[in-house]
């Protein structure tokens, strides 16, 4: 199992900047893939970023040119800097882990969330 913890969320003027972190209960090098997924209200979760063991790296376009992720393998940490935020970036955002068990079944693990708000 993966727990996963963010932090990092609040409240930002449009235009503003914040780093969300999430720490993971377990190496980086066991994890197939970590990432980013938000949901706004009355909306469906939706990928942020991700990136895989091998250095990949997934943004959707609406976030692309402005968010950037990263993880730290010696502190089992991934991060996200979110900067140019914009009121349509308000939501709870939760960190993502996916590992792979025998018989190559995928695990999926989320974290609590953390709310960012961005103020227009």
């Known amino acids: 199992q993966v727990q996963l913890l963010e932090s990092g969320g609040g409240l930002v003027q449009a235009g503003g900047s914040l780093r969300l972190s999430c720490a993971a209960s377990?190496?980086?090098?066991?994890?197939?893939?970590v990432g980013w997924y938000r949901q706004a209200p009355g909306k469906q979760r939706e990928l942020v970023a991700t990136?895989?063991?091998?250095?990949?790296?997934k943004y959707a376009d609406s976030v692309k040119g402005r968010f950037t992720i990263s993880t730290d393998n010696a502190k089992n940490m991934v991060y996200l800097q979110m900067n140019s935020l914009k009121p349509e970036d308000t939501a709870v955002y939760y960190c993502?882990?996916?590992?792979?068990?025998?018989?190559?079944?995928?695990?999926?693990?989320w974290g609590q969330g953390t709310q960012v708000t961005v103020s227009s």
């Open positions: 993502n882990a996916i590992t792979t068990g025998l018989g190559s079944v995928s695990y999926d693990y």
């Open positions: 377990r190496s980086m090098f066991s994890i197939n893939a």
């Open positions: 990136i895989s063991s091998g250095g990949r790296i």
